[in-house]
């Protein structure tokens, strides 16, 4: 596998924990730390493999710093490149809008010739709408602390041994 770059915010608690369990599953060996608050677009391009935490903020709205950075790759082909998506989102609180997120960051790369991988079921979640789903999958792992903490471990457990067979 070749290296992963797993870029999300240094300064999220809760997405910083999810992180290192991803990086346990996977080995630390195999993933650079990227803190997205701080990326540049030369430090974004360098891998070709891609996990990014993309949690849903408010109404289902991207975070900052995403919109922020976006921007400067969004004019570039992102062609050959694979990207594993996960993030947190509240299926009770945000039920119209559940990990939009997800489904937000999915669009902007596919709309430049990257791929997605890691598409986990909507099965177990209740929500009113997502743009992260597509039929009865997400386009990523979709994590809801705030309502199933307790299966945020057996998620993540099998979304990297998935990943590990996608990644090439």
Same mark, same amino acid.
């Given at each position: 596998? &070749? &290296? =992963? ?9 809760? +997405? ?7 990086? $346990?599953?996977?080995? $630390?060996? *195999? ?13 974004? &391009? ?8 993309? %949690? +849903? ?6 975070? *900052? ?5 976006? %921007? ?10 694979? @990207? ?12 119209? *809008? @559940? ?17 997605? =991988?890691?598409?986990?079921? +909507? ?8 743009? $992260?789903?597509?039929?009865? #999958? ?6 809801? =602390?705030?309502? #199933?903490? $307790?299966? +945020? ?8 041994? #998935? ?6």
């Amino acid at each position: 596998m &070749k &290296k =992963i770059g797993l870029f999300y915010s240094f300064h999220s608690v809760k +997405t910083k924990q999810q992180a290192q369990k991803i990086i $346990a599953a996977l080995g $630390a060996d *195999n993933i650079e730390e990227v803190n997205v608050e701080e990326a540049d677009e030369a430090t974004f &391009k360098k891998y070709s493999n891609y996990i990014l935490a993309v %949690p +849903t903020w408010f109404d289902g709205e991207l975070p *900052n710093y995403w919109d922020e950075f976006l %921007p400067a790759v969004e004019d570039g082909s992102l062609k050959g490149k694979t @990207f594993a998506l996960y993030g947190g989102g509240d299926q009770k609180g945000y039920a119209e *809008n @559940f990990v939009d997120g997800l489904g937000i960051m999915a669009d902007f790369i596919e709309a430049r010739a990257g791929k997605v =991988i890691g598409f986990t079921s +909507t099965k177990g979640y209740e929500f009113e709408g997502s743009k $992260a789903a597509r039929g009865d #999958q997400f386009v990523g792992l979709a994590l809801d =602390i705030e309502n #199933q903490a $307790a299966l +945020t471990g057996e998620r993540i457990e099998a979304w990297t041994e #998935q990943l590990k067979k996608e990644f090439k």
